[in-house]
């Protein structure tokens, strides 16, 4: 039996232990949702210099009422070595600038179902998950990889860990 290429004939490669040979090309998930339907963002966190250490300087809510928010990525670089925390939260946040996330598809107009906060030191929050991921920001850089899962009516927060530097990065994430 051979499997051939509908419109060209070609036969596909097998090699020596019948595994097919093939050509593939991978594109992140929130790539692929945001050219599809713009509805992966991302959110801007410009020169943020929290005040004292331990300060709360990131709030993201998921206000959708059916849909999942992923995380797909944490960028942030920093001044100053440090560590950055990302916890789960309750409460209401204040003290923040509200951001709108923008979408990974330059002509969409999808908004993000999101709250969305910036700032100095974000208050009225209480851990719900203490210190859920560990980001070390080692030579300025804090990359988190790993989806985060925020369901629907949850928040996170990121946590700065040192008492000085200013910190500016990006958060990209998708509903599902």
Do not use: C
């Not at 090699?15 to 593939?24: P, T, Y």
């Not at 709030?59 to 797909?72: A, G, I, M, P, R």
């Not at 003290?95 to 974000?122: E, F, M, N």
């Amino acid at each position: 039996m051979f499997i051939e290429d509908a419109t060209s004939g070609k036969r596909a490669g097998v090699n020596s232990e019948n595994q097919l040979s093939v050509r593939a090309y991978a594109e992140p998930y929130e790539t692929l949702r945001g050219m599809d339907d713009g509805r992966a963002w991302t959110m801007v966190i410009d020169a943020v210099d929290p005040t004292a250490a331990d300060d709360l300087f990131v709030y993201l809510k998921n206000d959708s009422s059916t849909e999942d928010l992923v995380v797909t990525s944490i960028d942030i670089g920093t001044t100053v070595t440090g560590a950055l925390k990302l916890v789960g939260v309750t409460g209401t946040a204040s003290g923040g600038t509200a951001q709108t996330p923008q979408s990974l598809r330059i002509a969409s107009s999808a908004v993000a179902p999101v709250t969305a906060q910036t700032g100095v030191d974000i208050t009225g929050l209480t851990e719900t998950l203490k210190h859920a991921y560990i980001l070390p920001a080692n030579d300025g850089r804090s990359v988190l990889h790993k989806p985060v899962v925020i369901s629907n009516a949850q928040a996170v927060a990121l946590r700065w860990v040192a008492a000085t530097g200013i910190l500016s990065g990006t958060i990209t994430f998708y509903m599902r």
